[in-house]
């Protein structure tokens, strides 16, 4: 199932998500990669797919959010499964299908592993993308895992969008960064973007420096 990013401007650099692959979102501690996966998982079921959720935080602060970012009516409540974890060693539980697999926060889940316990683990998320059609997606933390634990885990997924956010002379500047892309296309330029918390919106006029 191939997933629309749902967001204006973004969607003219990266239209949808195949089926299939692995999405990194990654950023410093900002709650901007969380909205982007629930995104992501918001128009994967409008798209009639399944989703699975899993997070650190309280499942009903999570269903919450969902709620507020508006699950889409009918039967699609019942396709979003949230689970608690906190951590993630294997796969149980998770069964292949062609929907979802959404971890925020994969470094908080995944923060006890060593490198390499955790590179097996994203080769087996690849394995379940390639047999099931499954596309995960993953929230990472910028700089609390070891720089070789990020850079294994960016490594072997399939894309990697990262956002940042920096002190501009009218105020905090957030723009977003796609260093890696399917099928190793790569859409290396500075987009900027504001957040509020509740809604993103992309402006590819505008230049960062």
């Known amino acids: 199932m191939d997933i629309p990013i749902d967001l204006p401007g973004l969607d003219t650099l990266i239209p949808t998500i195949r089926g299939g692959q692995v999405l990194v979102a990654e950023s410093g501690p900002d709650p901007a990669k969380s909205y982007f996966l629930r995104r992501l998982c918001l128009s994967a079921l409008r798209q009639d797919g399944g989703v699975s959720f899993v997070t650190t935080r309280g499942r009903d ?33 998770f069964a292949g299908s062609d929907g979802v697999l959404a971890l925020d926060s994969f470094t908080m889940l995944t923060l006890e592993l060593e490198t390499p316990d955790l590179a097996g683990l994203m080769r087996r998320l690849r394995g379940l993308c390639r047999e099931h059609g499954t596309t995960v997606l993953l929230a990472t933390d910028r700089g609390i895992h070891t720089p070789g634990a990020e850079a294994v885990t960016n490594h072997l997924s399939d894309g990697v969008v990262q956002f940042h956010s920096k002190e501009g002379p009218e105020g905090l500047v957030r723009f977003l960064r796609i260093p890696k892309w399917i099928d190793g296309q790569f859409v290396d330029r500075n987009v900027y973007y504001d957040f509020d918390g509740t809604r993103m919106a992309m402006d590819l006029r505008r230049r960062v420096l």
Request: charged residues 40%; glycine residues 10%; proline residues 3%.
């Open 61 to 93: 602060e999570v269903e919450a959010l969902f709620r507020r970012e508006g699950v889409p009516s009918g039967d699609a409540a019942q396709r979003l499964n949230i689970s608690e974890r906190d951590e993630l060693r294997d796969l149980k539980g």
